[in-house]
C-alpha cells in the first residue's frame, strides 16, 4: 500500500518509532529521527549499536518489524518490491569499498544508475561528463576501477551515488578504508557537493573526526536507541551521555595520565576541575575574570579551544587551591561555564 503521510515540508527522511529484532537482540529499538532537506547528520555509533540495519532499514534493503520510514513522505516499510525501486533512486550510496564494477569503465560505473533507468547512451555520457567533472575525475573517464587511488575511487563512487539525482546521499563509512589526507578531501568534497547542490547527506560511521568535521546534526546510537542528538557543536561541548562522552574521548582534551592516576576524592592540596564553555560562554575572558574580578588563583593545566560550525568550543583543566575550588565553581557556573571537580592533588598537579 502506498501511504502519503504529512511529513514537515523540510523533512526529507523521516524514521518514526522503528523496530528491528533479530532473535532476541534488538537491533533496533524505537528510533525516531528527521532528516533536514540541505543538512548533513553524522549517525554514529560503536560497533554492534545498530548503525548498518538502521541504513538498511532506509535504503529499503530490510523490513523494520515496526515503525515507519517516510522518505519525502512515503513509507518505505509498507511498499512492495516493485514500489520501492523508484523510491530507492532517490537514495544514492557510497560505501567502505566504492562497490565499483572492475570490468566497467569510470565512466560507465558512474552512468550504471542511468542504464539501469533505462536512459540513452548520449544522456549517460554527458551526465557522467558533468559528474566526473563535478568530483575532479573529468580525465580518467576512460580508465578502469583498478588504475585508481581509493580517493579516486571514492570519487567516483561519489559521481555514480548521484547519477540518478537522488534526494538524499547515504554515506556509510565511506572514508574508513581511507588514509586521514584523503578522508579530508572526500569530506571536503561532500561538503562542497552538500552546499552546492543543496544535497542532504547522511553519514555512518563510527569516527567522531569524520562528524566533526562535515556535519551539521549528530545523533548518537547506541544498543538499537538515539541516545543524543543536536547541533555538532553543542553535543561535543556538552555531551549528556557516557556513550557520546566515550566516542568523544580521543579528540577532546583528556586530563593527562600522570595527573589522572594521582587524583584523589580527599579534599586538600589542589582541586582539579574539568571546565566546558561553548557559544556565547567561551567568548567572554570568564579565564580573566575569574583571576581579577573573582581574585581566584588557578593554573591552566591543560586543554584548550577548537572551533566547531564556527562556535568556539573549550575544554580545560585547572588547578585551584582545593579551598577556592567552590567559589570558581559558583563564579564560572554563574557566567554559564560548565564546571566539575575531578578530584584533588597533594602538592602540585
Ligand atoms: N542479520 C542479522 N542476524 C542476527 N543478528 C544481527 C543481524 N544483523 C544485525 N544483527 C545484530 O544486531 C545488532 C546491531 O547490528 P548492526 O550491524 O546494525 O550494528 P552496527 O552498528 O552496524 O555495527 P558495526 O559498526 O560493527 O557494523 C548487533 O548485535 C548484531 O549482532
Redesign the pocket.
Known sequence: MDTVCSAPAEAVVRLIELKRK??T?A?LDGVSLTVRKGEILGII??????????IRCLNGLERPDSGQVLVEGRDLARLSERELQPLRRRIGMIFQHFNLLSAKTVEDNVALPLKIEGRAKPERRQRAAELLDLVGLAEKAKAYPASLSGGQKQRVGIARALAARPALLLSDEATSALDPETTASILALLKDINRRLGLTIVL?T?EMEVVRTIADRIAV?DA?RIVEEGPVWKVFAEPRSEVTRSLLGTIRPRLPSEIAARLSQQPGGEAILRVEAAGEGARQPFLAELATAAGLPFRLIHGGMDHIQGQPVASLFLAVPARDAGAAGQFLDAHGIKTEVLGYVAGDA
Request: glycine share 28%; aromatic share 6%.
Open positions: 533479530f532473535g537482540t537491533a555509533g560503536r560497533s554492534g549499536a545498530g548503525k548498518s540495519t538502521l555512518i563510527h546510537i538499537g
